[in-house]
Structures are given as structure tokens and as C-alpha cells.
């Protein structure tokens, strides 16, 4: 045997998958022969401590399944009973979800997104009566911590422990004894501190001040004294590593250092144990890290080799661990176009969680942003040979990638670890970042034909679509992006640049949404040309139809159509979907004979033709989310029982 040969765990993932026998003595092989490699030891030794290797999922269940919520800024009760999360679809309200009865109820009286504010962070009390939310006022814009009661049927009345308009305070974690909440705070300079809240007079102790990318979730260890959390390395990578700190003001020790990204998951219910989720062998995993008096003892242990990309919603008293799971199917695909005859081809999957592609203008690449555990890598993927480049980038996140006419860059709003939001440069070659206009949460950016201008939706005031020349800096309205009574969706240059089509989303009142979401009661597919001049009219839906104003619209080659997709039902409770061609001429728009039921709509649906109009690029599954619960995977809490 070659000493540096690699050992075959992927061989024993496939045979523990079909419930084959043969994984045991593979992992066996690993122990006994590859002594010197001790991650593969270490994802071995998990393996074989789980017993039936035929049950690759042992020990874990679904709790909630299907559901339109980011349960991720939630956490759920020491009982197990509840979840808390907030409703991000339809109201912002806080809302309690009861695991037994799969009922769910809100605890804030938003009736829809006009509400006079929304909840963002909640945690449970000891005794799962209370709940600690994060609420932002939006007039005067104000952010409040505030405590509910759970018991009763309808909405309770909250109890505000804090008000603020100069800074952010996020509840994460309750201390066991009721008295204190774990809290992040964020401040208007972009700065920002861990610290505790007294529940009962509101004070607010500060421990430690950090830059403006701050921890993702703190947790109180058991014995109330210490809180583990997470932080980044530096200001400019993804990496993530563990600290806990001493409530009383004590020291802070940095627990969980490794070149990987480290993300804390709790503590056991005992406080011996550190739980993390941590991406070092490959994938991502939990291990779990003996600790005692607020100092690691000894090295870190794994407990589960693959969770998958996961954020954790905390641990019950009897030490199950609940996490949110991104369930979606969602993915990239490829598939021939006849837009005369109005039909579709085989379509060909290319990519499992990828967003916003774009064709370059040779129609030979495809880019398109592709989510990763500790950030996001920029995906260039050659057509014609299936090469696939994955470019890693120092970016907390960029929005939808834009080729230049040469291929040689793309452009996209952005912002580094280590920088303000701005549009960047992206070089095709090497992936190398760089400041290329001003522009704060920019969507979308549009490159003129010659790559001599951009074009954005212009912030801070976001009233504006505009044109940016990049060689003199100069900024030139092309149309208003909001207005009295009506706000445009994204906007999509034409391939000559001679328009700019979006959708304009119209309500009856100025800023009033008179069917609870974003989409108003009319919408109409405006043509603007760039040059100036009045828009015209091409399409003009009302409800219960839509139009997906969010990325479900494409130009053909020719710039004499457009392809948007129609949408019938609620945000978030569709009931159909249909494309459209949509001549600029004042032809009739036409329904193409294509199945789109399964296409991504709204932003997801990003649908791009070829440049020679031969092929689409769209997305297409099932969003949905779920809550696992892991449970009986701590030995040292089994062995108790």
C-alpha cells in the first residue's frame, strides 16, 4: 500500500447509501491503514460510532417541512415544542409555531407588509413562556427589543424592554436563569458589539466591539457564565471562527481556530460540550468540543460527518439539535428554443444551488452566481465543452453577474468583506475584484453594447435608473425607478442598448399595497428609450394576474421582443405560470406553448436566451425549507439516560 494513497470514504458513502455492509470494513481500512490522515480518520471513526451504517440520516427527523419562512432567525423552545421565526413572506409578523399540532399562529398584529414595523431575531425563555423578539419600527425608523407571552390564542400584548434609534439590538439567546439576553448590537458607523440586555430594566452591558460583520448567532452556556459565538477571521475572507467570552467581563478565548469556516451550533445541556458546524473535511460537519470553565479541553471531535449546510435554531433540554435546511431543488438549467413555433427541448440540468446567469455576448460562457458554504464563488461555465471554473471571491454577497462585449470581465453590485457596497469589476480570467462604479444594493447592472457605459438602479435614493460612463464618471437619468403610486421592477437593457425594458408595479394609492405584497393591483411592461423620450405601453396585466418584475424577463437577439413570464395567484401562493413573447412593435404579445410550472418566478426565475436565441438558460424545482431535529448523536448524554 502506497503510503500517500488516498482512502476511498466516497467509495463507503455510496455503499452506506444502498445499505450495503461493505462501508463497515472500508471504514475500517481507513482506522487501521491511514493512520496519517486524520481527517479521513476522523469522518471514518464518526462513521463506525453510528452503528447501521444502512441509516445514513440515523438519529434525525423532519420537525417542519414545506413552509415560505426563514426559520433561520428563529430558535426553538427547551422543550421542543415551539419555534419561533419570523413571517418574511406576507406580514414581517413574529410567529409561533407549534411542533405537535403543525399549527401556526402570529404573536405581532401585522395584518400585511403595511404594518407599522417587522420582527427580525426571537429566542425562548428558560420556561418557553416568553419569547425576546428584535422589532424595527418603520416610522420613526426605530429598533426595540421586546418580550412577549405565548400563552393565550390571540396576539399578545409585548412588553418593550429597549428603544433606540442609534443602534440595532438582535436578542439571540436567554440565560438560563431568565434574567439576561445574549445580544448583538449594531451601530450606524457600520461598528458593533456583543453584550447583555437585563431583561427586567432594559441596561445593556457591552463585552466586546467588533467591525460591522458581526456574529451570526451567541449562545449562553448552561451555567449562565460564558457566551460562545462566531466571528471572521479578518475583513476580508469567509472563514469563521469560535470564541467564547466571559459574561462578567473576563477574558475572551478563542476556542475553534482552523483555515476552514467554523460556525457555532450551542452547547450541549450539560455545558461540557461546544457544538460547531465546520466545512474542513470537505464538507460540512458537526463536531462538538469539550470544554470546562470557558477553556477548551483538548481537541475537537467529530459527531456527524455531513449536515449539509445548515444554521442552528439551538438545543432542547434533553439535547436535541434543531437546525433550518435549505431543501429547494432549484436548479440551473439549458434547453432548446424554437421561439416561432413557441416550444421548448429536452432541457439539460447544469447546476444544484446557482442563481442569476448570463450568457456572454459569444454565446460560449455562461456565469452565474453559485452559493457555497461560507460565501459564494463566481461560476463560468464553458457551453460547448462542460468545463466548469469555480472562482472563489472575498464578497459577503453580489448580486446577478453581467458580461462586458469582449469577455474579458463582468460587472455586478456587490459588497467585499472588507468595503462599502458598490458595483464591481469581476476579471473573467483570474476573478480578481475590483471597484468599478458607486452604487449601493444594486440588483441588477446592465453593460452597454460597446462597454463604455453601465446601467443601474442608482442608490442611496433609489429613485433613478441610470447611465454610468465609465471613463468620465458621469451619472444620467434614463427613467425614475419609483413615483407617486408606482415603483419598477428590474430593468433589462436591450442587446443594440437602445431600450430598457422593466415592469412597473402600480397600486391605487401611493404606497399602499392593496393585496398585502410587493406586486399592487396593476402590472404594466413599460418600453424606455435610452436615449429619452416617453415610454410605451406593451403589456398591461391586472390581478389576479402578474408579472414576474423581478428576473423572469429576457430580450431576443434581434431586440424586437421581449420573453416575460406571467404569474396567476399571491406571492408565495402562485397557481400558475405562463411565458409570453412580446413584440415591440405593437404586435400582439403571444402565449408560447411551453410548461413553465416548475420555472423559478419572481428574482428566481432569471430566465436568459442565447445570444442567438437557440437556447434558454432558467431555473427551475422547489423551493422549501425544513427543520431537522438531531437527536441521541451526544455519547456522553446517552450514556446518561
Known sequence: MEEHAEPDCGRAECYTKLGDAESRKIYERVVKDYSNQKQAVAVAQARLAEGDLTESVKGDRVVWAGENALHVWGSVSRDGRYVSYTDWWYTGNLMLRDLSSGMSRPLTPNKDWEGEGSAVSSTFSPDGKPVAYAWTNYEPRQSEVRIVDIEGTGVPEPRTVLSSEEMRVLPFDWSSDGEWLAVSVGRKDNSGQIGVLKVSD???????????????KLFFSPDGKYIAYDLPANDAVAQRDVFVIAVDGGSETKVVVDPASDVIMGWSPDGSQLLFASDRTGSNALWALSMAAGKPQGAPALLKPDIGPVSSLGLTASGALHVFKDTSTLALHIAPIDLEAGKLGTPIVKSYRAARPDWSRDGKYLAYKKGDIGGFVLAIRNVETGELREIPTALNYFSEPRWSPDGRWLAAGARPFKGKRAIYRFDADTGEVSFLAPGRHVSR?????????????YHPDNESWVEYDLASGEIREVFPRNGEGFRMGRSELSPDGRFAAAVSIDWTEKGKRPYGDSYGKYNTLLLFPVDGGEPRELLRVARPERLAAWGSM???PDSQALIVMKVFGKSGKETGRELWFVPIDGATARKLDIDVSAWGGGGSGNIRLHPDGS?????????????????????????KK
Not at 457591552?206 to 456574529?215: A, C, D, I, N, V
Not at 447592472?445 to 438602479?457: A, L, Q, T, W
Open 554 to 556: 429576457s430580450w431576443t
Open 445 to 457: 447592472v446592465e453593460v452597454s453594447p460597446d462597454g463604455e457605459k453601465i446601467y443601474y438602479g
Open 202 to 216: 432594559g441596561s445593556l452591558r457591552l463585552l466586546k466591539t467588533f467591525g460591522w460583520r458581526g456574529p451570526d
Open 615 to 639: 437556447q434558454i438558460a432558467f431555473f427551475a424545482g422547489n423551493t422549501s425549507e425544513a427543520i431537522w431535529s438531531r437527536e441521541n448523536f451526544l455519547p456522553a448524554l446517552s450514556a
